[in-house]
């Protein structure tokens, strides 16, 4: 059983389109993530969701837009793509107390925008 | 801004060598976890380490947290070609601040 499932793994779209992935744990942790990873390999939170509430927005543009249905799912709706989207897109979450900052990611979503 | 500063970006070391990769910051953490990421999938939890001066070992890796909180280290003994891949450091502040990652080491071993 995969604890952090995210769906698509593989995403290739043209500039203006719109896309969303999806994210469920199985886990029973309370907070979820997304962190873009770009070519560099350099990892960088985007939002953060604690119990369906949004607690972490890092400066992300407005086509970004999360969604949590419940404290299991957190989906990534992007908005009119770009270029400098294109990056490997990982879901992660955590429990609450003990190992509150030990991340159990997903293995990822590689959105490449022509 | 709170950064994780990593060095060295780059290692390529013969199979058998021991090597050292390094996690700074200005700031204290309250704590400090070690990744490791293969190609096509998410970091994997290493170790997490708390306490100042804490280390820890998982085999032929050794962990350890600066007794002032602001830096770790990372240390391989006898490199295998298994132990190539992307080794990432991430660290809080607080227990409710986010989390970030340093910039990464790539970590190559040759056989």
């Known amino acids: 059983d995969t604890a952090v499932s995210q769906t698509p793994k593989y995403l290739v779209t043209q500039m203006g389109n719109d896309k969303s992935i999806k994210c469920e744990q199985n886990l029973g942790h309370d907070t979820m993530y997304w962190y873009k990873q770009d070519s560099k390999k350099f990892l960088k939170i985007m939002f953060s969701?604690?119990?369906?509430?949004?607690?972490i927005n890092e400066t992300v543009p407005n086509r970004f837009s999360p969604k949590s249905p419940d404290k299991a799912h957190l989906n990534l709706h992007i908005n009119s793509l770009e270029l400098g989207d294109s990056a490997v897109y990982f879901c992660?979450?955590?429990?609450?107390?003990?190992?509150?900052?030990?991340?159990?990611f997903g293995a990822g979503s590689r959105l490449t925008v022509l | 801004t709170q950064l994780l500063e990593q060095s060295p970006q780059f290692l390529s070391i013969q199979e058998g060598e021991n090597l050292t990769v390094y996690c700074n910051s200005s700031?204290?953490?309250?704590?400090l976890q070690w990744y490791r990421q293969e190609p096509g999938e998410g970091p994997v939890l290493l170790v997490t380490?708390?306490?100042?001066?804490e280390v820890k070992k998982l085999k032929r890796l050794t962990f350890q947290f600066g007794d002032a909180r602001k830096d770790s280290s990372l240390h391989i003994t006898a490199a295998q070609p298994g132990d190539t891949g992307l080794y990432l450091c991430?660290?809080?502040?607080?227990?409710?601040?986010?989390?970030?990652f340093g910039s990464g080491t790539r970590l190559s071993i040759r056989p």
């Open positions: 991430a660290a809080s502040y607080s227990s409710a601040s986010k989390i970030i």
């Open positions: 380490v708390v306490t100042g001066g």
């Open positions: 700031s204290v953490f309250s704590s």
């Open positions: 992660a979450s955590t429990p609450t107390g003990f190992g509150a900052n030990v991340l159990t």
């Open positions: 969701y604690n119990n369906k509430e949004l607690i």
